[in-house]
């Protein structure tokens, strides 16, 4: 099974930009589709971004569609959000996750069809 490793996450101003990374290990990260959620405290985890295992299909919640940015390095065993614009709501925890198998559209935003899931970095955007 994948282990998975978020970090790069701290405390910015609101409208400023974070990168977010998710390494891999145990197995190669190219067997698995990703996504990206989020939980600020009080609220239920939520899609953010979600990426095909080749990379040849990004998908994103309307809330951050054209300011965030997912990615993902295969040879380097890593997936990335690119943050940009970010607003105090934004403030929460940032999980990475894969899926046992591999996601349609119908199941990529939900995080009950995710197996795998990282610790979490915090993020604050403050205003």
């Known amino acids: 099974q994948v282990q998975l490793a978020e970090s790069g996450g701290r405390l910015v101003q609101a409208g400023g930009s974070l990168r977010l990374s998710c390494a891999a290990s145990?197995?190669?990260?190219?067997?698995?589709?990703m996504g990206w959620f989020r939980q600020a405290p009080g609220k239920e985890r939520e899609f953010v971004a979600a990426i095909k295992w080749s990379g040849a299909g990004t998908y994103y919640a309307d809330s951050v569609e054209g300011r965030f940015t997912i990615s993902r390095d295969n040879a380097k065993n890593t997936v990335y959000l690119q943050m940009n614009r970010l607003e105090p709501d934004e403030t929460a925890v940032y999980y990475c996750?894969?899926?046992?198998?591999?996601?349609?559209?119908?199941?990529?935003?939900?995080?009950?069809?995710?197996?795998?899931w990282g610790q979490g970095t915090q993020v604050t955007a403050s205003s």
């Open positions: 996750a894969a899926p046992t198998t591999y996601f349609t559209a119908q199941t990529m935003s939900n995080p009950w069809q995710y197996t795998y």
């Open positions: 145990g197995r190669a990260l190219s067997n698995y589709d």
